[in-house]
Each structure stands twice: as C-alpha cells, then as structure tokens.
C-alpha cells in the first residue's frame, strides 16, 4: 500500500502518540487532578518515574511492534517471548492480569494464550487495550486480518470477551485513522459489530456523561469510555486536540497512564506525529532503552 506524507505522519502518531499519552499520565496514576492543575509530563508518580518516562503500556506495545515485519505481519511467539523479556527486565509497574499470565513465562504465544485463559476473577483489564497502535500499523493493508490479529494478541494476556471487542474497535478505529484521517472508524465498526447495541449505548453514554460515570476505568469497557470521552470533548479543530484530550484524560483520574495511553494511539493516528508537542516528544524513553523518536522509525518500519 502507498502512503502520502500525512499518512506517514499519522503512521508514526500512532506510537508515538501512545507513548506521549502513557508518559504525560505516568506521574497521575491513581490520583484526581483538579480543575486548576497544570497538567504536564513531569514523571513521578507511584512508581517515581523520570519526565516523558513511559510505562508498561508502551514497553508492551513496543514488544508487539518489534515482533511485526511488513510482509509476513506479526510473529506471535515473538511477541510473547517480547513480553516475557519485559516482565525478566522487572518492571515497576505491571497489571495484575497481566502478571500472572507472565509470572509462568510461557514459552509460546499458545502457551500464553492457555495460561490467560486459567485466570479466574476479574479479567476484562484494560492492559490489552493500551497495546493496539501495532497491530492496526501492521496491517493497514489487510482490515480483515488486522481485525483477526487484534483479538488473538488481546488474548495473550486478556482472554476476555470484551476486552477483545474493545480491542478489535480501537485498533480498526486507529488503522481507520491512519488511512482516512478522522475518528469515523470507532463508530463504523461499531455498526457492523454483532455487539452493536451494547457498545453504542456505551459510546453515547462516554459522549454525553462525564468520568465519574465510568470511573473504574482499570476495567476495559470503562477504560475506552474514558478515552472517547476525552477524545469527542475536547475541541478537535486542529492538532491541538491531541494535547488537549491527553490532558482530559489526567483530568478523569484513575489509571491515567493508559487511558491517556489508549486515547494517544487513536488520536496520533488522526493528528500525526507533527501533532505531539515537541518537549513533550524530546522527553520521551523508555524500554528497552529507546526515545519518541525510535518510536517513529519503528512504527514506520512496521507498516513497511
């Protein structure tokens, strides 16, 4: 497939903008910043983080996207055997869900796909939500198997029925915006999901109500009504959206790293990487030892 400047653009906003999200809510996890803080990317937070740091939710998605070529698409042992590397590397922060699946270091996508689906409880987390930008990048010349890939890397970890049809919708969603430029993409797959009413209503309720509504937003279903929230309320007349609607996602509190992170992915891939502003993507690093702009090389080698 031929891409033109922008999409390229928007093919590195992807990553990037996942990152930028995931670092700018880093030093807010679990807090509630009121109307009147400056909200900027100034590390801290529960685990100390340095300024523009990101978190797991993009070591993750690095992961995913290292183990993607252009041609064949993505190498699933691979990606396990990227996440279990992350999780050897003792990372600071961890979901619980994922954890446990990685504490057994399954060596084999099937065997961590077998070992999520043992988890018992609570397993509709967010943490497959965060890692979408990827799949979507390595696949924007196939909607079928980039909808096919979405719900079996979902699975590693998150063997969850909903947390796969979150994932399926935002990742068409981001591959949608890459190639079309807007955010059209979250509705129309929507439309076409067997799960429409469902969702919809879920989306209308994101659109019309405020965070408090869906505040546990560790849960996945909670987690994408606080992204398209801040995605539909903040003013999208230009780039500055990008910003703007990370912000509003601190602003929900929770677990602002991810949300902010899975609010990045759709919305770099609407606005581009030009759209980040640029202190923020100077600060940007992270693991495996990479900066905002290897995020950028990387994403535009996974989509060839």
């Known amino acids: 497939m031929r891409l033109d400047d922008r999409q390229w653009d928007r093919v590195a906003g992807a990553l990037l903008g996942t990152a930028a999200g995931d670092a700018l809510g880093a030093g807010y996890e679990f807090t509630y910043p009121d109307a009147e803080a400056e909200i900027g990317m100034i590390g801290g937070g529960m685990c100390r983080w340095a300024p523009g740091e990101w978190t797991d939710d993009t070591s993750m998605a690095i992961a995913v996207a290292q183990a993607a070529d252009p041609g064949p698409g993505i190498d699933l042992d691979a990606v396990a055997a990227g996440f279990v590397r992350w999780f050897d590397f003792d990372p600071p922060d961890i979901g619980v869900q994922t954890a446990k699946v990685l504490a057994t270091r399954p060596k084999s996508a099937r065997e961590m796909q077998i070992q999520a689906m043992t988890i018992e409880g609570r397993t509709g987390g967010n943490g497959s939500l965060m890692r979408t930008a990827p799949v979507a990048l390595a696949y924007l010349d196939d909607a079928e198997e980039c909808d096919r890939m979405a719900g079996i890397v979902s ?13 399926k919708i935002w990742t068409y969603a981001i ?3 890459v190639l079309a430029g807007d955010f059209d993409g ?4 929507v439309a076409r999901s067997a799960s429409a009413d469902y969702w919809n209503r879920l989306l209308d309720a994101a659109e019309t109500g405020a ?3 869906f505040a546990h937003n560790g849960w996945v279903v909670h987690a994408l009504q ?5 995605i539909t309320t903040a003013d999208a007349s ?4 990008l910003p703007l609607a990370l912000e509003l996602c601190v602003r929900a509190g929770g677990d602002t790293d991810t949300t902010a992170a899975i ?3 759709l919305l770099g891939a609407r606005w581009g990487a030009s759209a980040v502003p640029p202190r923020w993507r100077s600060l940007l690093h992270g693991y495996p030892g990479l900066t905002g702009e290897d995020l950028v090389a990387l994403a535009i080698r996974v989509a060839g």
């Open 155 to 167: 699975a590693l970890t998150h063997h969850d029925q909903q947390a796969i049809e979150a994932c």
């Open 175 to 177: 591959r949608h915006a």
């Open 186 to 189: 979250v509705r129309d797959y």
């Open 211 to 213: 965070p408090s509504d």
């Open 226 to 230: 606080t992204a398209w929230w801040a």
């Open 238 to 241: 230009g780039p500055a959206h």
């Open 263 to 265: 609010a990045g992915a």
